[in-house]
């Protein structure tokens, strides 16, 4: 049994953007945006390298090389606006140079500490277990140990994947949280390349962006609850 937390989820796309677009005033007026609130924070008059708006628990954040929306403490994951919100900015900026797209989604969870203990040991001698669990052909395991008193404790773990559909990398972060036997914060990191080539690519975190969830309970239900 596990039980988690969402500290927030972002969606980030590289590309040359222009930090001076984005104002309340162009969210809402030329993207239909209702926020229901002026931003906590705006932007100077002086020409700037970064903009940062905050509404509420929705932040947009942009500078010259990356527009990043980020939910913090999102209940559902699923309902999300966010992919709404990227789709509907960058079609109202169709010559802007874009090359790559994440999906972030960050929780703390909480997991059986026996399964902890099953995790560890797979992680210090039966690595091969991961493939077998995640029915993955080829998986990329980078583990770090905490060294006391001549015994390795895992402080955390990284494991990368390949899907093939659209392309598309996994990558799960996993950190041991200090002072706690059975808690870890999970980053999992959904990637999709070569936007520059086909722009296509990008419906796979907007349009499909509830399979993206999908596939992150998928793997982190195959790690920590099976």
């Keep these: 049994m596990i039980e988690s937390s969402n500290n927030y989820i972002n969606l980030v796309v590289l590309g040359n953007f ?3 677009i984005l104002t309340h005033d162009f969210l809402v007026n030329v993207c239909n945006f209702d926020f229901g609130m002026e931003p906590s924070s705006k932007p100077s008059d002086i020409p700037p390298i970064v903009t940062f708006l905050e509404y509420g628990n929705i932040t947009f954040h942009v500078d010259l090389g990356r527009l990043q929306i980020t939910e ?8 999300s606006q966010l992919p709404a919100y990227l789709d509907s900015y960058l079609k109202k900026l169709p010559h802007t140079p874009i090359g790559v797209c994440g999906a972030n989604l960050n929780y703390n969870m909480i997991v059986e500490k026996s399964k902890l203990d099953t995790i560890e040991e797979w992680l ?6 991961f493939c077998e669990t995640l029915q993955l052909k080829a998986v990329n395991l980078e583990v770090s140990f905490s060294v006391a008193q001549k015994e390795g404790k895992i402080k955390k773990w990284l494991l990368r994947t390949a899907i093939s559909e659209y392309n598309a990398s996994i990558r799960i972060n996993v950190d041991y949280v200090s002072g706690s036997e059975n808690t870890v914060k999970i980053n999992f990191n959904y990637e999709v390349p070569n936007l520059d080539r086909d722009k296509n ?3 796979s975190i907007t349009t499909d962006y509830s399979k993206v969830v999908d596939l992150c309970e998928h793997y982190i239900g195959k790690i920590f609850a099976e």
């Excluded at 913090?72 to 309902?79: A, Q, V």
């Excluded at 210090?124 to 277990?129: D, F, I, W």
């Design 18 to 20: 222009n930090p001076a």
């Design 72 to 79: 913090k403490n999102c209940k559902n994951p699923k309902s």
């Design 124 to 129: 210090k001698s039966n690595r091969t277990k």
């Design 201 to 203: 690519l990008l419906t």
